[in-house]
């Protein structure tokens, strides 16, 4: 009994064709040890959303004589074998996908394996197969362009620079100001002297004494 047996038989429990489902969903992970399964939902063109098995993990790529681990997501239809499943390429955090022939702007996979596919020719593990195939000759995704840091500042051998200081008041430049043609000195900093206030007008008059029996008074008399 495989490690996913029984979360198979029970995520598949509702499928229309559950037994020839199961058998072909656990060849698969008896043959790749990187995928697993999960019941995930997946909405249709036509807006209703469903919960299907979904194969997901990674399958062997060989690329430029090199291996690579692409990321995918088989959704098995709750017709399985009957019709094809749906797949997709799911690129980690750190990939963009590449949009080819065989793969959109959304990860979708697009093989003729899929389009021609009918139950007793075609299976999931020839399909992963096909996948492998196409994406050595063409890689679905490529490595995120790393952000290029700003340049560090160059300080001298003798250490970092101080900040500037900066006087809040003015300096004495050393020099007196010079006069403008008005006789100001220009720029210098004073308020020329101001007169003191003068009264609007000046009172004008004399004193004249006035002598009555034995008493002598004075008044100010204006002019």
């Given at each position: 009994?495989?490690?996913?047996?029984?979360?198979?038989?029970?995520?598949?429990?509702?499928?229309?064709?559950?037994?020839?489902?199961?058998?072909?969903?656990?060849?698969?992970?008896?043959?790749?040890?990187?995928?697993?399964?999960?019941?995930?939902?997946?909405?249709?063109?036509?807006?209703?959303?469903?919960?299907?098995?979904?194969?997901?993990?990674?399958?062997?790529?060989?690329?430029?004589?090199?291996?690579?681990?692409?990321?995918?997501?088989?959704?098995?239809?709750?017709?399985?074998?009957?019709?094809?499943?749906?797949?997709?390429?799911?690129?980690?955090?750190?990939?963009?996908?590449?949009?080819?022939?065989?793969?959109?702007?959304?990860?979708?996979?697009?093989?003729?394996?899929?389009?021609?596919?009918?139950?007793?020719?075609?299976?999931?593990?020839?399909?992963?197969?096909?996948?492998?195939?196409?994406?050595?000759?063409a890689s679905p995704v490529y490595a995120k362009p790393q952000k290029a840091s700003p340049p560090r500042p160059t300080y001298p051998p003798w250490?970092?620079?101080?900040?500037?200081?900066?006087?809040?008041?003015?300096?004495?430049?050393?020099?007196?100001?010079?006069?403008?043609?008005?006789?100001?000195?220009q720029n210098s900093g004073y308020y020329p002297p101001q007169n003191p206030p003068t009264s609007s007008y000046q009172l004008m008059g004399r004193f004249q004494f006035i002598t009555k029996g034995q008493s002598t008074t004075s008044q100010?008399?204006?002019?």
């Amino acid at each position: 009994m495989g490690q996913y047996d029984a979360q198979v038989r029970q995520q598949l429990s509702k499928y229309k064709h559950k037994d020839l489902a199961q058998r072909d969903v656990l060849n698969v992970f008896a043959s790749f040890s990187d995928l697993k399964p999960k019941i995930d939902k997946y909405a249709f063109s036509d807006g209703s959303v469903k919960d299907l098995l979904c194969i997901d993990g990674t399958i062997p790529v060989h690329y430029k004589g090199a291996k690579y681990n692409i990321p995918v997501c088989i959704y098995v239809m709750d017709t399985h074998p009957y019709n094809p499943p749906m797949c997709f390429v799911r690129p980690t955090k750190d990939m963009l996908i590449k949009p080819s022939k065989n793969v959109d702007a959304n990860g979708r996979i697009y093989l003729p394996y899929l389009h021609e596919w009918k139950f007793s020719n075609s299976d999931l593990i020839g399909l992963i197969q096909v996948m492998s195939v196409v994406f050595g000759e063409a890689s679905p995704v490529y490595a995120k362009p790393q952000k290029a840091s700003p340049p560090r500042p160059t300080y001298p051998p003798w250490g970092y620079p101080h900040p500037q200081q900066f006087n809040p008041y003015p300096t004495n430049s050393g020099f007196m100001p010079m006069p403008n043609a008005s006789g100001q000195p220009q720029n210098s900093g004073y308020y020329p002297p101001q007169n003191p206030p003068t009264s609007s007008y000046q009172l004008m008059g004399r004193f004249q004494f006035i002598t009555k029996g034995q008493s002598t008074t004075s008044q100010f008399v204006y002019m």
